[in-house]
């Protein structure tokens, strides 16, 4: 059975930093790309980032590139999406799905990221 | 402002049809078949629906299909069910600067 799991979130102060962290398993994670989408409170989706199977290609949406790195680690099923310079625009529930064909077929149960003072 | 447009909701009757149009532009919608769609329900994770424009993942019911012309493309969902009350969106490659894209969200509601 296919499981992603994330983790990580939490309440933040504005400019701060926060690591999520997605555990998959029940898949050869080596073989397809990951994503993070993230959902404010009320509010629709929103694609952030996504890395290649082998982590060669990172791609990000306008507003986090430069404040968000993601990464993954094959051998330890990881996918992780580091967060830098927060801002409270960026509260949100972030999700990690796994790419398939061009859309996200599995998806976690998210992780809730709160940027306030 | 999101980049793919959708209807904020659409209703219908259980055992009718209804359609969720998502209008995009010749950049993404129109010029790609990376269209999919998702079904939330409330306090949930998305679920996928539909990838490749028309193409359904196994074990979603026939009852959904999805379509594409020109920069629009379509969710119809055929039968209704009680428990296809749930948000839906759409979602798109694009040729941007930020290669994905999702549309604003749709709420349907099953009468």
């Known amino acids: 059975e296919v499981q992603l799991v994330e983790s990580g979130g939490g309440l933040v102060q504005p400019g701060g930093s926060l690591r999520l962290s997605c555990a998959a398993s029940?898949?050869?994670?080596?073989?397809?790309?990951m994503n993070w989408v993230r959902q404010a409170p009320g509010k629709g989706l929103e694609w952030v980032a996504n890395?290649?199977?082998?982590?060669?290609?990172?791609y990000y949406m306008d507003s986090v590139r430069g404040r968000f790195t993601i990464s993954r680690d094959n051998a330890k099923n990881s996918l992780y999406l580091q967060m830098s310079s927060l801002r409270a625009e960026d509260t949100a529930v972030y999700y990690c799905?796994?790419?398939?064909?061009?859309?996200?077929?599995?998806w976690g149960q998210g992780t809730l990221v709160t940027i306030s003072s | 402002q999101s980049a793919l447009t959708q209807p904020a909701s659409v209703s219908g009757s259980p055992g009718q049809s209804i359609t969720i149009s998502c209008t995009g532009t010749?950049?993404?919608?129109?010029?790609?078949?990376?269209v999919s769609w998702y079904q939330q329900h409330p306090g949930k994770a998305p679920k996928l629906m539909i990838y490749?424009?028309?193409n359904r993942p196994s074990g979603v019911p026939d009852r959904f299909s999805g379509s594409k012309s020109g920069n629009t493309a379509s969710l119809t969902i055929s039968g209704l069910q009680a428990e296809d009350e749930a948000d839906y969106y759409c979602?798109?490659?694009?040729?941007?600067?930020?290669?994905?894209?999702f549309g604003g969200g749709t709420k349907l509601t099953v009468l």
């Open positions: 799905a796994r790419g398939y064909n061009g859309g996200m077929d599995y």
């Open positions: 029940g898949f050869t994670f080596s073989s397809y790309w």
């Open positions: 890395i290649k199977e082998d982590g060669s290609k990172k």
């Open positions: 010749s950049s993404d919608v129109g010029g790609y078949n990376y």
């Open positions: 490749e424009v028309s």
């Open positions: 979602s798109s490659y694009t040729s941007s600067s930020t290669p994905w894209v």
